[in-house]
């Protein structure tokens, strides 16, 4: 069996699978015996299949976001160079083998532990549902504590590598002691000006009362929601 092309009578090509067998009469051959199928529609859809792929494996690795592709008994099929560069690891021994603690060492923000069946791709895989920006933290191969934000989500159908969940994550580290930052000054400004014990206030442009603190409150022996919203010369001999 074989595959060649054939010239049509208006010039262009046709795809063909075909097989060929002796005509023998009398113990001599006197001719062949060939039958060919058209394979052109098949061909083109192989073709436009292969260009797909290469498109997807293009973005895949042109992304910065980590993606890890994983079958349905959570074995990784794919992970691209972005997620490699993410966790701080060459990635091999990834391929072909389940997703590993001992290996990703993912952990609470705040650092405590957590299970496999917590993981965002254990969780969509008994689901069937997507989740979206879970947040771990992470021990990269150099021992650096990392932030991580991770979303699973179940693709329509099984894909030519047999995945049947996308992860994808992306390092937020950053952003997120950031956050950690402005809620700790938040939280030390809100202790000073509740305990303080002198009154302390504050005023919009026009005069208007935006906070008090309690000894504030205390000095005019009002609640609160008496004070709010209304102008401080109200106050004011």
Known sequence: TIETK???????????????????IDGEVVGAFGIARDITQRKR?????????????????????GICLQDDRGVIVFINEAAKEIV???????IGH?????????TTPEGGPVSVDELP??????????????LYGFTRADGA???????????PA?????????????????????????????????????????????????GRMQTANPAFLQLLGLGAGELIGRPYADFVV
């Open 6 to 24: 054939l010239i049509h009578r208006d010039g262009h090509l046709v795809d063909v699978r075909g097989s060929a067998r002796p005509i023998i």
């Open 45 to 65: 859809n192989e073709e436009e299949l292969r260009q797909s792929r290469e498109r997807l494996s293009l973005i895949l690795e042109a992304t910065s976001e």
């Open 88 to 94: 701080g690891h060459s990635g091999e021994g990834f």
């Open 98 to 106: 389940p997703f590993d603690l001992s290996v990703w060492k993912l």
């Open 121 to 134: 791709a254990s969780r969509v895989r008994s689901t069937g549902q997507p989740l979206r920006d879970m």
């Open 145 to 155: 504590k990392r932030i991580l934000s991770l979303s699973a989500v179940p693709t």
């Open 158 to 206: 099984q894909t030519s590598e047999g995945a049947t969940i996308v992860l994808s994550f992306h390092d937020i580290t950053e952003s997120y002691l950031a956050r950690a930052r402005l809620h700790e000054n938040e939280q030390r400004y809100r202790s000073l000006f509740d305990l303080n014990p002198a009154g302390i206030a504050t005023t919009d442009l026009e």
